[in-house]
Antibody
């Protein structure tokens, strides 16, 4: 059974930093691209960042480019999101998700999310 | 900036059929955008329904179907049930530019 478990969320002041983790199990983590998707309170889903299986290709939404860094450790079956210079508008539940096995791009399996609150 | 458009809300009667759409602020949606659809109930993680326009994800009942209708991607639910009351999001694959973009979501009410 595929499992994705996010951790590392919490309360942080504006301008602060936080590192999210996503522990994966039940599939061959090193073979799949991975993603972070977020959802602000009462708002819709927003794609944040994606990383290919070998970390060769990395993409960011304009809203986080230059502040967030996605990475992965295939030996530890883990995905990370380093978030710096946090703003109030980064407050959201952050989900990690696998890329589905198909042409194009879609999200397949999802974690339950971790809440990040940016507030003074 | 690419904007993916969805109806903010829709309602359907139990047993009825509803079609939700996913368009572009500029241009037409085609299979080249590999549209996908996700269902989310409050407090829960999203669930993948449809990918690559019309392929159902594992375990998704065949009441859910995807297509291209005119210049938009479409999600059709036939025989709507009470537990279909959810938010539905589409995603379009834009390639190396915007990469992937979510629509704003449609809140579906079954009543």
């Amino acid at each position: 059974e595929v499992q994705l478990v996010e951790s590392g969320g919490g309360l942080v002041k504006p301008g602060g930093s936080l590192r999210l983790s996503c522990a994966a199990s039940g599939f061959t983590f090193s073979s799949y691209s991975m993603n972070w998707v977020r959802q602000a309170p009462g708002k819709g889903l927003e794609w944040v960042s994606s990383i290919s299986s070998s970390s060769s290709y990395i993409y960011y939404a304009d809203s986080v480019k230059g502040r967030f860094t996605i990475s992965r450790d295939n030996a530890k079956n883990s995905l990370y999101l380093q978030m710096n210079s946090l703003r109030a508008e980064d407050t959201a539940v952050y989900y990690c998700a696998t890329k589905g096995y198909s042409y194009g791009y879609h999200f397949d399996y999802w974690g339950q999310g971790t809440l990040v609150t940016v507030s003074s | 900036q690419t904007v993916v458009t969805q109806e903010p809300s829709f309602s359907v009667s139990p047993g009825g059929t509803v079609t939700l759409t996913c368009g572009l602020s500029s241009g037409s949606v085609s299979t080249s955008y590999y549209p996908s659809w996700y269902q989310q109930t409050p407090g829960q993680a999203p669930r993948t329904l449809i990918y690559s326009t019309n392929t159902r994800s594992s375990g998704v009942p065949d009441r859910f179907s995807g297509s291209i209708l005119g210049n938009k991607a479409a999600l059709t639910i036939t025989g709507a049930q009470a537990d279909d009351e959810s938010d539905y999001y589409c995603v379009l694959y834009m390639g190396s530019g915007s990469f992937v973009v979510f629509g704003g979501g449609t809140k579906l009410t079954v009543l």
